[in-house]
């Protein structure tokens, strides 16, 4: 018992199960030895991890340097006794907090989705009877009894098993029900393949069984996840890390440059007060104070923009990631697939048939060489699909709109297979009432059904070719005549259909007199008459297809892992276009086997990975993450969720997703539609975009405010503007004028440009070099008329920081409008296609007259009102930062068309 969790259970017969958990196989635990073991053990429950307090989370959001900066210069200001000045950059601060602990705030839901989903109650043996108790009171060694609709309470190693069936989608991937047995297996069996054991949280579909404990709460499969998701780190976003690194390098040059400034002016004998103030005056300058407010809003909005696209965002910074992926790490079942069992061929009377449509609405048809076959005249045809649909215990259920299997996934895909034929399964029980039926049972991998056919009686059986084929006498032709059973050709349409990555089922039947209503495994087991094949698969998403070519055109890899077989996985990833003939798959049980250096080169070149265990799922993701990667997962199970959490952004399923899975991702699609993903691509490549054109505009601002006082300290003449002023500019200009660059549409092209690369700085250096222009455009012109009002004009002081105020926020309308697009010019992207802009402009430009003209404005800001000679000068300088950009933007483009002519002409 010591070493107990070190077996490999699946590996060891029963009878040493038994003795290595030192249980009873008739009577259970004893109470006494039940009490002992819940004492060592504990109780049958996943530990609940303890989440970050709200407390300490609101105090987090001011954990940056950015904020940092901010809250010095509201210190600094208030020790200045400016308290309205500290006031606002207070409130700007605390603004911030407030909306990012709301939004961001992410509810460590998963490790409670996974404590549910172990029962309330299950039956045991114990001291020699039956007993129903709380599933939380199991211990390693009790015998456990299970029938359909139990949901499995611990990992068991079964005992006893009769046609026993487990639904492990949600742990392994997995389509379709697991078929049990009580065999040993080899030790390097995969988890999906581990058939003699049941996990705990998994469904029992059908049959009955009995197994004994072998693993309880922290130690089960589930449990593990738990664990993986507990430990998987949170993963900072490119923007929160391109934020983080600006932010940095903005404190210390602030710091630097207001500390040189200050020591200059001491060297020079100027007042320490007044050196002191021009050094407030450059920290406010340069702190950008829009900038995470623009961060927050503009991610919020793409929030609503992808909620209105079926993709709901569980934390903010999620929107950004997405446009910076170059990586899809995405489940099949249900994501790509339809999760739903589909009859795509079949074979009868020699012929092969094909079906059209997908999933379990009938909506598509049955044809024969494009035709619709007449079923009079394909009597095997008719005899094949009637077996199927009556030979079946499985119902398609319509809930909410959307149809579902109660019971087999791949019995349905038969009733609807029957129904596109135009055969009614009502009517048919009617014609045939069934007598009698053999379950399946995974030791004889076939089901037969006993029918009332008038005066005789007739059997239909349904199983795997290799059962069924060897108990056919002679076969039906497509007229209903009997003749010889060609074994080659049926062998020849199963490989072909395997090809296909179709699952193969064979149908045969068999007429015997009335003999009271009884079947037996005799009366199947010869005389047979062989009707057909059907073929199945769960088929691709039509909209899947189409959205991993545009993935894949962006320049997004997109990357398959399941749970399910090798083969059917590479069909269908050839299916859906995730890779040509040279697609490179590999199994769980290959990657067992790489070292850590292997491992990451078989991540960035294989496209499909399949029987992958729960901890192979989240050590690719992290083997792309160590290549440099952005990874996105995508996943609906349970066995999805440690990766979902480790991922750069985790994507859960919202319809079949489990709550795990939710808690764990964030972001749900609330479709389960891989094409979501690209609508959501495109929202985060333009809240990207979007929050690049807020830096390039507000940035000038800064710089050129900065530069405006900095020559001014080092000219030795007085202060251009003064800090209250700055906080007008920076303010106003931040919320009237570039907020509303994050309301910009989408640029036409975004999906054709490849990911960003995450190690590519915020600005590049274009970017700069225009940053750097500007600013000094802005910094030149407003120094110019700063003095040139006074020495040519006359004007005062008042007068000529007033103009020198309205300079830079007129430059800085103007400049808005460059940066709409950052390549183009705004004609092209449309005057009227953001009217935010427009609306922000006339306020900006009714703030900036009350500002100046407004007299309770002149005394809170200092300020004087200027006539419309000086007007002229401003927007002599404002245009003159306009029509430069524009030139700079017209040859930069050219000068890439030119090089990008010559590369492919030398090419």
Not at 606 to 626: G, N
Not at 631 to 655: C, F, K, S
Not at 835 to 850: S, T, V
Request: one cysteine or more.
């Amino acid at each position: 018992m010591e070493e107990r969790q070190q077996v490999a259970w699946h590996q060891l017969s029963s009878e040493a199960v038994t003795q290595v958990l030192e249980t009873d196989l008739q009577d259970g635990l004893k109470t006494g030895e039940v009490t002992q073991r819940q004492q060592k053990y504990g109780p049958n429950r996943v530990s609940a991890r303890r989440g970050t307090g709200a407390l300490k989370r609101f105090l987090l959001q001011f954990h940056q340097p950015l904020v940092y900066v901010l809250l010095m210069a509201a210190a600094l200001t208030a020790f200045l006794g400016k308290s309205v000045d500290s006031s606002v950059i207070l409130g700007v601060v605390l603004l911030n907090a407030v909306i990012g602990f709301f939004q961001e705030s992410k509810a460590e839901k998963a490790i409670d989705a996974l404590a549910q989903m172990v029962p309330v109650e299950t039956t045991v043996r114990r001291d020699g009877q039956k007993v129903r108790i709380p599933s939380s009171n199991l211990v390693p060694g009790d015998l456990v009894l299970l029938q359909a609709g139990d949901r499995v309470p611990a990992d068991l190693r079964l005992l006893h098993a009769k046609n026993l069936q487990a639904d492990e989608s949600a742990l392994t991937g997995e389509s379709v029900p697991a078929q049990k047995h009580t065999e040993s297996l080899p030790a390097e069996t995969s988890l999906a393949d581990r058939r003699n054991l049941v996990f705990g949280g998994t469904l029992v579909t059908s049959g009955q069984a009995e197994g004994v404990v072998c693993a309880i709460g922290d130690q089960t499969e589930t449990g593990r996840i738990a664990t993986l998701v507990s430990e998987a780190a949170e993963i900072s976003t490119p923007l929160t890390k391109k934020i983080a690194e600006f932010s940095g390098v903005l404190l210390w040059a602030i710091l630097g440059l207001a500390l040189v400034m200050f020591g200059v002016g001491l060297w020079r004998g100027e007042p320490a007060v007044e050196v002191f103030m021009a050094a407030v005056a450059l920290a406010v300058a340069a702190i950008p104070e829009g900038l995470p407010a623009a961060v927050t809003i503009t991610l919020a909005i793409g929030v609503a923009r992808m909620a209105k696209r079926n993709a709901i965002i569980r934390k903010l910074p999620a929107v950004e990631t997405l446009g910076s992926t170059t990586v899809i790490c995405s489940d099949k079942t249900g994501t790509l697939t339809e999760n739903q069992m589909t009859v795509r061929e079949l074979f009868a009377g020699g012929v092969v048939y094909q079906v059209t449509g997908a999933g379990y609405e009938a909506t598509g048809e049955l044809l024969l060489q494009g035709q619709r076959p007449n079923l009079d005249e394909h009597v095997a045809l008719r005899e094949t699909l009637l077996a199927g649909l009556l030979c079946n215990d499985s119902q398609l259920l319509r809930d909410k709109g959307r149809l579902s299997v109660h019971g087999d996934p791949t019995e349905a895909a038969l009733i609807v297979a029957a129904q596109k034929a135009g055969l009614v399964r009502e009517e048919m029980n009617r014609v045939l009432p069934r007598r009698d039926t053999i379950p399946f049972e995974s030791e004889h991998m076939f089901r037969a059904t006993l029918h009332q056919d008038d005066q005789q009686h007739l059997i239909y059986k349904v199983g795997a070719v290799e059962r069924l084929l060897d108990r056919c006498a002679d076969a039906l032709d497509g007229r209903g005549q009997l003749i010889p059973l060609d074994k080659e050709a049926v062998h020849q349409a199963v490989h072909a259909m395997a090809a296909k990555g179709l699952r193969v089922l064979a149908f045969a039947r068999r007429h015997i007199p009335d003999n009271g209503g009884k079947l037996e495994h005799e009366t199947v087991r010869s005389g047979l008459t062989f009707l057909g094949l059907q073929g199945m698969i769960d088929p691709p998403r039509p909209e899947a297809i189409e959205a991993v070519a545009v993935c894949r055109g962006a320049g997004i890899a997109v990357k398959m892992i399941t749970g399910d077989h090798l083969s059917t996985a590479r069909v269908i990833a050839q299916q859906v276009g995730l890779a040509g003939e040279d697609l490179v798959a590999v199994s769980g049980k290959d990657l067992e086997k790489l070292s850590d250096a292997e491992f990451e080169a078989i991540a960035e070149r294989a496209t499909v990975f399949a029987r992958v265990a729960p901890d192979q799922k989240y050590r690719l993701v992290k083997a792309l993450q160590a290549r440099g990667h952005i990874v996105a997962m995508t996943g609906d199970g349970v066995n999805d969720a440690p990766a979902l959490r480790q991922a750069d952004i985790g994507i859960a399923m919202g319809i079949t997703g489990t709550d795990a899975a939710k808690g764990a991702a964030d972001m749900v699609l609330t479709d389960d539609n891989f094409a979501s993903i690209k609508a959501a691509v495109e929202e985060g490549r333009s809240v990207f975009s979007n929050l690049t054109k807020f830096i390039v505009w507000t940035l000038p601002t800064n710089v050129g405010q900065a530069l405006t006082i900095l020559l001014a300290v080092l000219a030795g003449i007085t202060l251009p503007i003064l800090p209250v002023q700055l906080l007008w500019v920076n303010m106003t200009t931040a919320v009237l004028l570039g907020l509303t660059l994050v309301f910009e549409p989408r640029e036409s092209g975004i999906m054709s440009l490849p990911p960003r690369d995450s190690k590519q700085p915020i600005l590049t250096v274009p970017l700069l070099m225009r940053t750097g222009l500007v600013s000094l455009i802005m910094a030149t012109g407003a120094t110019f008329l700063f003095h040139w009002v006074q020495s040519a004009h006359g004007q005062s002081l008042s007068e000529a920081r007033t103009t020198v105020v309205n300079t830079i926020v007129m430059t800085q309308l103007l400049y808005l409008f460059n940066c709409r697009s950052l390549n183009r010019s705004m004609f092209s992207v449309g005057v009227f296609s953001n009217p935010w802009i427009l609306r922000g402009c006339a306020a900006m430009l009714a703030a900036q007259m009350l500002f100046t003209y407004a007299p309770f404005m002149n005394q809170l800001f200092q300020t004087t009102p200027i006539g419309a000679q000086a007007w002229l000068h401003i927007l002599a300088v404002a245009g003159a930062g306009y029509g430069v950009v524009g030139f700079e933007k017209w040859v930069r483009v050219r000068w890439a068309q030119r090089a990008g002519a010559l590369s492919a002409a030398t090419t």
